[in-house]
Every structure is written in structure tokens, then in C-alpha cells.
């Protein structure tokens, strides 16, 4: 059974930084491809970034050249480092992986950007 915990939300102001971690526990395999998504209320929960186990990376227009994913296979763990953060990046923060057709998830971390 494989369990994703994420951490380092958190309140922070515009223009700050924040750094998120997910760590997989269990069978999970470096060749799953592990993402992070969000979901703001009100809306639907949506892709932020991918990497692959190869370590192809794919982002969310909004997020492009601020946000960056990567990941420490030996660690099991995938991190999203958040920069130039706004408002509009406020949301709950989900940790995925995916593998062979099957999706995990983590409990979320609340991200908040105040001006």
C-alpha cells in the first residue's frame, strides 16, 4: 500500500517562496510518474507539475518559470519549489503518483499567498 505525506505549506506573502515535499512510502516504484495538483475553492482540482521517473518535467502555463519540480528517487520523495508565489496560487496542495494505471494521492497542504 503506498502512502504519500506531504509538508512545507504554508502562509506566505506575495512574492515569497515556499518549498513543498512528498514523501512515498510502501511499493512505489522510481518509475511512477509523481505530481503535484491543486485545487482553490470552488474550483477543480487541476495539474500544477509533473516529472517522470526519467525526469521529464511538465507545468502548468500559470506556474511556468516560477515553480519547479523535481524529485530524489532514492529518497522516494518529490519536492515543488514555489517562487514568486501570488495570490492566485492560494490552494490546497495535493501530492500524486501514478503508476501501471493507478493513482495515489496525499491528505494536501494548504498554500496561502497574502497580499
Known amino acids: 500500500q503506498v502512502q504519500l505525506v506531504e509538508s512545507g505549506g504554508g502562509l506566505v506573502q506575495v512574492g515569497g517562496s515556499l518549498r513543498l515535499s512528498c514523501v512515498a512510502s510502501?511499493?512505489?516504484?522510481?518509475?511512477?510518474?509523481r505530481g503535484w495538483y491543486r485545487q482553490a475553492p470552488g474550483k477543480q482540482r487541476a495539474l500544477v507539475a509533473s516529472i517522470t521517473g526519467g525526469g521529464v518535467t511538465n507545468y502548468a502555463d500559470s506556474v511556468k518559470g516560477r515553480f519547479t519540480i523535481s524529485r530524489d528517487n532514492a529518497k522516494n520523495t518529490v519536492y515543488l519549489q514555489m517562487n514568486s508565489l501570488k495570490p492566485e496560487d492560494t490552494a490546497v496542495y495535493y501530492c500524486n503518483a501514478q503508476r501501471g494505471g493507478v493513482n495515489w494521492w496525499g491528505q494536501g497542504t494548504q498554500v496561502t499567498v497574502s497580499s
Open positions: 510502501g511499493s512505489i516504484f522510481s518509475t511512477a510518474v
